[in-house]
């Protein structure tokens, strides 16, 4: 006979509020099974978990049944603390009278009614609860990072110096991302190519760090501390390892009209480039698409002069499988492009603020570059147009941020800061310029950032209007912006010689295509989701994958190199063991009711199932049945509900669990 | 009553007892599962054959009407294990035979597959006596675009007469009770579904039904009720149609084993239809490693969610 004890939690007043918690545990007491039942204030507190022990060893209990919150936020808690009260952890089953009651019902009876019902489901669901002990599965103590900007920068090197090995891959042929771009920094002003460069340079002379550039993830298997990774790296039609970056290619390149989108096409650059003079590694690529070579078969300048023989132009795509155990995500951002709507985009276009019609309407990367010592104007603020000084410059914020009605209702965070500092570093360029600011609300919460903003104004003599600017237009080689002052309640209009824009912060193109290939969860924008949005904020749903940067959402500097050390932490914890622990809950088959069809096969997520051969004494082969490997089932059930004979079965989710469940309603 | 053209199956009785003969003696196949002369006149019956003198047994006929895919499965599991099976299917048969190879129960390369070009068969109400005409045809021939099945290792070179254009049941019946209120539709099914007395021949005679535990044997825990009461009854008749979603290949057999006349394959032919309108998918002569209801896509249609 079962010795269940059920545990009723008030959750503070989330749960008693609207579920008579004392008359769910007197009910419960009296169900068959049931040795005993009280309720408690706070069951995930340790005065209730010390209650629940007690209660196991007073009451000789040998099920668990708490009655709180969802499983995913305490199924843990308590199935650890039945566990060191000396039971299996999988003898304790948690029913949600929270998420699942009292948060989404009023009527205080009628909720406690059906609190007693869920509370009388889970009692009849842990009698048929087996005991199940943990599996370990062994870790690859090797990590991928994907994105090589400054945080999967700051990720690979906290991982490689605790003396784990680390895969860098980058999309782009040199690491540094969009910090490798900017000028200088908030709320510092310290030079960011000073502050990245050394970095990225610690990147390449790390002995633990692979680097993968011009490379993307083509695809991957296996499960937590046991991926198997395939990169495509794209073919550079050079070869870094005879490669000496002496860039003779570059200067004797014929092809130099190439507008350098690093530069945000203010400047050119040749067919065969380095992104930019830092680049990590200095090794060119040719851009065969618009490579004399490549389109007309005629030219071969650049393998002429280089001395090494390092340009390669029958290199082809290599696809390298990388087993790792861990991979952090940090695909960053792109910033919104207004000029139409882009296909696929949930954005609305913003063309009536000028942008790609009118050449002195830019947006904030664009003036990174201009205000930039190593951009295409050598740090002086010129306009695209005429390259003439602009003496008066408007700024624009939350373009495309903010904008229900526009399709992207978040606030993308950095802008406010950023354009504080294009202010102060306009003003430090053109002594005798001034800076108006069009802003809805200036957020400024971090560290000095406040003092920022508010010396952006007070002593850099930037000019904030708070209101939204109606109409945009040129009018000879000026740019009119009509706008409105909605705190002095008057219409404004401003002749500027240039405008800014500060556009929405979105995640990287193909966001959605690596997350279906990693198998993580994103939302409508494309933002990778977190596991938890507070209490797991760097780990993805997906065991073993962690997020660092604004691949997960909007995010400063300072805010995305914590995260990506975090997410450095976390995987970490999971090497510093060579064996994992997991959850034993997987799926096993019944091999007398199994006719393999491999239905389960097909549709198993994970690649957990295999063929098993059942062979007689003779061995005279009997038949092939389905195999699942508890080490790669990720516990999900699809097999489960895919069998036609039902005779594969989830443990802690078996047939006989679920149909005791629907019984005791 | 418009006669139907049966003037080819003496040929293709001929051809199949040459290829037997030939298959058998060469020790291409160690055994045949065709039709054979049953006792009643014109009537046939299944028959498995080892030896080649047995060739001359094999016949085709209108009254050939069993799937003989099920006696490479389950109904004679000996067979199978002898050797390369040779085995008599119509195009609605083959299309069972290649659904059981995607479903990894049987190897093409096991298999020595005799199709027949056919013309129709007898429905299983007429005596085998009699002709086979426009009144007597079974309902499923009446829908069939496949007379000459596609993909064998043999198939009688002789040309299908041209067929009358016959009305079609499964769809007319299946226009009505689409026009039928939830509520009558339900009345009508609960009503067939009353009638069953759970003999379980439909599943027996189905080739898709190849478990070897059904579900609705299982007591622990009892998925359908096992007495045929009409909950339990409609239980079992949904689970089935379900199972047979994108798999049932349209061979009619368990209507025409039915002794209570419930008109089950008018269920399935339901089904396949949806399949067929959200997934464009359809029992074929293709095999298909996944069937439709072992994939999932983001495009997927979802409209039938309300």
Known sequence: ?665 | MTTIDTSIYSAVTEAIRGEAQRTLSEGLVTAIVGYAAARRKGSAQPIVITNAADSEKLIFSPACVNNLTVYLTKAKKEIPKTGRVGIVVKGCDLKALVGLMGESQLKRDEIYIIGVPCAGVLASTVQPSQELTSDTIASKCRECGEFLPQGCDFVPGVEIPAAPELEKNYSAEIARLEALTPAERWAYWREQFSKCVKCYACRQVCPFCFCEQCLCDRNKPQMVESTPRPAGNTAWHIVRAMHLAGRCAGCAECERVCPMDIPLNLLNRKMARELKELYAYEASFQVNDKGPLATYDEKDDQSFIK
């Open chain 1, 1 to 665: 006979m079962s010795r269940i004890g059920v545990f009723v939690c008030h959750c503070g007043e989330n749960i008693s509020r609207t579920v008579d918690v004392e008359r769910v545990a007197l009910q419960a007491g009296k169900l068959p099974g049931v040795a005993f039942a009280t309720d408690y204030k706070y069951m995930c507190s340790d005065p209730g978990q010390n209650l629940l022990k007690r209660a196991i060893a007073e009451q000789r209990l040998s099920h668990v049944v708490v009655a709180a919150c969802s499983p995913r936020m305490h199924e843990r808690t308590f199935r650890k603390a039945v566990e060191s009260a000396g039971l299996n952890p999988f003898l304790c089953e948690m029913a949600n009278i929270r998420e699942h009651c009292s948060w989404v019902h009023e009527d205080k009876e009628e909720a406690t009614v059906k609190a007693i019902e869920i509370v009388g489901m889970m009692v009849e669901r842990v009698k048929k609860n087996r005991v199940l002990p943990n599996i370990t599965v062994p870790v690859t103590t090797r990590s991928l990072v994907i994105g090589g900007g400054i945080a999967g920068i700051q990720a690979a090197l906290d991982i490689a110096d605790a003396g784990h090995e680390v895969v860098l891959v980058e999309r782009e042929p040199s690491i540094g991302g969009h910090m490798a771009q900017l000028s200088e920094t908030f709320p510092t002003l310290d030079c960011s190519q000073c502050i990245m460069t050394p970095k990225m340079v610690d990147v390449a002379n790390h002995p633990r760090i692979t680097l993968h550039t011009y490379s993307e993830i083509e695809q991957m298997d296996g499960y937590i501390g046991n991926f198997q990774v395939t990169v495509r790296k794209k073919a550079r039609s050079v070869d870094e390892a005879k490669c000496t970056g002496c860039g003779i290619c570059m200067t004797k390149c014929p092809q130099k009209k190439i507008p350098n989108a690093f530069d945000c096409n203010l400047g050119m650059r040749p067919a065969i480039y380095v992104p930019f003079p830092q680049a990590v590694p200095n090794t060119p690529v040719i851009d065969r698409e618009n490579c004399t070579r490549f389109k007309t078969g005629k030219c071969g300048v650049c393998q002429k002069v280089c001395g090494p023989g390092a340009v390669d132009y029958e290199q082809e795509d290599r696809l390298i499988v990388e087993p790792v155990g861990a991979i952090v995500v940090a695909t960053g951002f792109k910033l919104y492009t207004i000029e139409e709507k882009p296909k696929g985009s949930p954005i609305k276009g913003y063309g009536e603020f000028g942008h790609g019609k009118i050449p002195d309407v830019i947006d904030g990367m664009t003036f990174e570059r201009l205000a930039s010592a190593s951009g295409p104007t050598g740090g002086k603020i010129l306009r695209p147009s005429d390259g003439r000084e602009p003496k008066q410059i408007v700024f624009i914020q939350c373009i495309g941020s903010r904008a229900r009605e526009k399709g992207i209702s978040y606030c993308s965070k950095v802008c406010c800061m950023y354009t504080a500092k294009h202010t102060m570093l306009y003003h430090h360029k053109v002594h005798d310029g001034q800076a108006y600011v069009f802003f809805m609300d200036a957020r400024t919460p971090g560290k000095g950032y406040d003092e920022f903003w508010r010396r952006s104004i007070e002593e850099e003599e930037a000019v904030y209007i708070r209101g939204m600017v109606s109409r945009l237009y040129q009018k000879g080689d000026k740019i009119v912006v009509m706008g409105s002052d909605i705190a002095v309640g008057v219409q404004v209009e401003i002749e500027a010689d240039m405008v800014v824009l500060a556009t929405a912060v979105q995640p990287q193109v193909g966001a959605d295509t690596l997350a279906q290939k990693l198998g993580i969860s994103y939302d409508k924008y494309h933002f990778y989701s977190e596991a938890h949005a507070k209490l797991r904020p760097v780990e993805c749903a997906t065991a073993g994958i962690y997020l660092a940067g604004a691949c997960q959402g909007p995010k400063d500097i300072p805010d995305t190199v914590s995260q990506a050390s975090a997410a450095a932490a976390k995987v970490m914890t999971l090497f510093a063991r060579d064996k994992l622990e997991r959850e034993p809950i997987v799926a096993t088959v019944k091999e007398a009711g199994c006719v393999g069809c491999f239905y389960c096969k097909k549709v198993c997520p994970y690649g957990a199932v295999e063929e098993k051969e059942i062979r007689d004494r003779q061995g005279n082969l009997v038949k092939v049945v389905a195999y699942v490997n508890p080490g790669v089932c990720g516990g999900c059930g699809t097999c489960q509900a895919t069998c036609p004979s039902k005779s594969v079965e989830l443990d802690g989710y078996t047939d006989e669990q679920i149909v005791a469940m629907i019984e005791a309603l």
